[in-house]
């Protein structure tokens, strides 16, 4: 009965007309009615049709007004919406990109063994047009490294960029500090004090020198560190390896390409920056015989800026020659 009392009232006019129509026409059957009546009946009922109309057709205005806004709105989230989606899809193949291109890099990251590492050392030196060096006292530099990159860029007459940078002989304070790390690597390295801590840095600048002498296309820089490193980075053409003194302990092996090569080589030529550098050029002057001599010796470092120091005996000078060309190579052993 609800339902039919609301019905009517939402559809009032239509009711009124539709009774108005039965009961007239009723009247007309059954009984005679004044024609007066019965226009006035019609005219009732014409009316009624007309205000239905009326508002029938407002409604229909209003609901095409709504339609129209709803539509409007639609049109500008749409635009929005498609360019979330896009910004979304753009972050997701980026993020992507992004993992997949670390997770590539680490994926070039290779653990070695002592055994493989001088396999690898041996394939970057001779292919390489370049080396930095980061390290100690450069130990290994002189015993393989410089001979053999210099002996492959000879044959294939290319030139051959070399950095290095190395602890500062002079400062004897980084000298100890290395001599007592390098000593408790390993039992057999309990030679490694003060003195010849200075020596072999000494020997890397005497045979850099000396090679420099006889390679024109050889383009050598050498940085002296007063900070001590721990670990060694040979940095070639095709890869960085990173080890230790210790070879009990693994290396590190990252391609050329990668991302965390270009980001250390930039950091090994930053550190070469900040560290102080040797004078090569002003010992253009200075020649040195294919054994140098003492006397040559001691005006190579004078040149140099960095005169050796006064209680440096002949045996120290002929240990220093002898480290920087007859270096023993304990290493690829």
């Known amino acids: 009965m609800k ?7 939402r559809n009032i006019d239509g009711v009124v007309t539709v009774s108005v129509a039965y ?24 009316g009624t049709l007309s205000v239905a109309m009326l508002r029938d057709r407002h409604r229909q205005e209003e609901n095409e007004q709504e339609l129209r806004a709803e539509l409007r709105r639609a049109g500008e989230v749409t635009p ?43 394939e970057a030196r001779r292919t390489t047009d370049r080396w930095v060096f980061r390290g100690g006292t450069g130990t290994y530099i002189r015993a393989r490294t410089l001979p053999d990159c210099i002996a492959h860029a000879r044959r294939a007459r290319r030139g051959l960029m070399v950095r290095l940078e190395i602890i500062d002989p002079t400062d004897e304070e980084v000298c100890a500090s290395y001599g007592r790390f390098r000593r408790s690597l390993a039992d057999d390295e309990t030679d490694w004090t003060l003195e010849r801590t200075q020596r072999e840095s000494y020997a890397t600048i005497v045979a850099c ?21 721990t670990l060694r980075w040979d940095l070639s053409a095709s890869s960085l390896l990173i080890t230790q003194g210790d070879p009990r302990k693994p290396a590190l092996y990252v391609e050329r390409g990668k991302l965390l090569y270009e980001y250390l080589y930039t950091e090994l030529r930053t550190s070469l920056e900040q560290s102080r550098l040797v004078p090569l050029d002003q010992a253009r002057g200075v020649d040195l015989s294919e054994e140098p001599t003492f006397d040559e010796i001691r005006r190579l470092f004078v040149a140099l800026g960095m005169p050796l120091p006064s209680w440096f ?10 480290r920087a060309l007859h270096p023993e190579n304990r290493y690829d052993q």
């Open 3 to 9: 339902r039919f009392i609301a019905w009517t009232g």
């Open 23 to 46: 009961a007239l026409a009723a009247l007309d059957v059954f009984s005679t009615i004044p024609n007066d009546w019965r226009s006035s009946a019609v005219l009732l009922v014409l």
């Open 209 to 229: 020198c000396w090679y420099r002498q006889r390679y024109d296309l050889l383009d050598v820089r050498i940085g002296l560190s007063r900070v001590m490193s």
């Open 313 to 322: 005996t002949d045996d120290d000078l002929s240990d220093i020659v002898k």
């Open 80 to 122: 929005t919406v498609t360019a979330l989606r896009s910004t979304v899809a753009d972050v997701g193949h980026t993020l992507d990109d992004i993992v997949g291109r670390t997770l590539d890099d680490l994926s070039m990251v290779r653990v070695l063994t002592w055994s493989e590492v001088s396999a690898a050392l041996a």
